[in-house]
């Protein structure tokens, strides 16, 4: 696998995270008669750019199954909303304390302390919501994918990985631990975006197996690559503050591996979800060069 | 209405309380997988007593219609799930800055900050697994548990309540704010237990319509009778840090309308509540009985 950096915007389906922008933006119009504060700080987080992965992974998943991205739209700004809420709890004070999100100030310090928390209380609520409202499948799928989307989110889930993260913070951990951390942290959600548009789709438990296996190495790659980015990009590439791991005293894939080994593990996890889903029979171009964007990815 | 202290204890059914704490106690089995910290935190959250009211309403609705109580047990935890998850993320210092909870150190006094904030979010997905997972009912009745709970729960309902809480505190609020901060902070996820009890158990629309009155005048019942006990009550017989509201300048009915109007729109309210189930062809007599308990209760 030869890549270059020229390749990078070519790789990134803009398109679909323009889409994503887009649909995002008319769902917060249902936030019209909610509390002033809270609807400011709701579209303040939500449409605060980033790189729409999770949502962007979702209608990729759907358009390479040759489903329209319409059909799984509620879901993947779900999964966004979901997103941004455990970013704004990431961001407090008692967790990571980071000032900055995505070059602007994060949610505590422009509404409060206060206002954060509730923020993301309601914006995990809300995603639920999303579904309930605008996704258009039968009563049993639409359980599926909320099933999905809870178990990633859940005790079981994100927030086993947030709790290993805060719990091992300033302990050296096991490489196992990291993996299991960052499994749950961040490749679940990621796998629940890609799993739960192939089921909305149709797609057979083959297909669902291989594009598993596929959300699961992308994720921790992109895991991987943002320790890696924390260390060598300056805050204004990264709108996040550089160096903030190391402050933290996390653990983190270079700190255990060191960067020259962290950037082959992360190769070959890439490698590894390219190769899963090489044999399944549909349009893997999207997903392949998303895999790859995530690999040489510079913010 | 005549009701004094000596009826308290024959009219709250502490047998279906006693219910809720068995079956919770069984859905904790399933976090036996799941980081150390983190089942410790939700064990000692959801098994730290209380009246339990709001999954104790559930069942009450269920007998009432005529219906078994196991039929809805996972709904009622679910949302004893969801009440325990809103005391953790209330009892923060960046919120309320509660040190106690039903007499013993509150979840972040405890674990720490950063344990209790997510304790609080893996609360919140889990209550919903609950239902997913052992509601035993028809995908679309399942659907439409989830949509009132979600509803009741977020930005249009307990998270919309809290905010007003949260940025009225200090200035002198109106009495139209006041009801609108009680209505969506407590009543909802109150009207919430009661409809979908009555949901699962096939109620027809007439009698949702009148549970429904029932619950949002036996929940701000609940809300005066808690700001007024936060004064009368020591920490000792509540559990709570006794003018805790005062300290924290909150906006409550003792503190816009004095004690006895509150003591008497709360009279009010609650005639109102039972007045409104009185033509149902249901069994009145439980739900009758709680909405008395809770105007007259002492803790």
Redesign the interface.
């Known amino acids: 696998m030869m890549l270059n950096k020229k390749n990078l915007k070519d790789l990134y389906p803009e398109a679909l995270a323009a889409e994503v922008d887009k649909n995002l933006k008319l769902y917060l119009n249902d936030?019209n008669?909610?509390?002033g504060?809270?609807k400011e700080a709701?579209g303040y987080c939500v449409l605060n750019g980033g790189k729409r992965l999770r949502p962007v992974l979702c209608l990729a998943t759907a358009k390479s199954i040759g489903c329209s991205i319409e059909q799984v739209m509620p879901t993947a700004c779900a999964i966004e909303f979901i997103h941004t809420y455990s970013l704004i709890?990431d961001d407090?004070p008692?967790?990571d304390n980071d000032d900055l999100r995505r070059g602007k100030p994060s949610c505590h310090k422009k509404f409060?302390?206060?206002?954060?928390?509730?923020t993301?209380?309601?914006?995990?609520?809300?995603s639920?919501?999303l579904i309930?409202k605008y996704q258009n499948s039968?009563?049993?799928k639409?359980?599926e994918v909320?099933?999905e989307i809870?178990?990633a989110?859940?005790?079981?889930?994100m927030?086993?990985g947030?709790?290993?993260d805060?719990?091992s913070t300033g302990k050296r951990t096991t490489k196992k631990n990291l993996e299991y951390m960052h499994l749950n942290k961040t490749s679940k959600l990621i796998i629940a975006a890609i799993r739960t548009s192939a089921i909305i789709c149709n797609a057979n438990s083959d297909v669902l197996k291989s594009l598993s296996i596929y959300g699961e190495n992308i994720g921790l790659v992109f895991q991987i690559i943002d320790d890696i980015l924390d260390i060598t990009s300056s805050t204004g590439t990264s709108g996040k503050t550089q160096g903030k791991d190391i402050d933290n005293s996390k653990n983190t894939f270079p700190s255990l591996w060191g960067m020259d080994k962290s950037r082959k593990i992360a190769k070959e996890k890439t490698e590894k979800a390219i190769e899963s889903i090489k044999d399944l029979d549909i349009d893997k171009k999207i997903l392949t060069d998303i895999a790859k964007f995530i690999l040489i990815r510079e913010a």
């Open positions: 936030y008669h909610i509390p504060r809270l709701i709890h407090l008692a967790i409060g302390e206060d206002i954060a928390i509730l993301g209380d309601a914006l995990f609520a809300e639920f919501n309930l039968s009563p049993g639409k359980l909320l099933s809870i178990s989110a859940g005790a079981s889930g927030v086993a947030q709790v290993i805060v719990s």
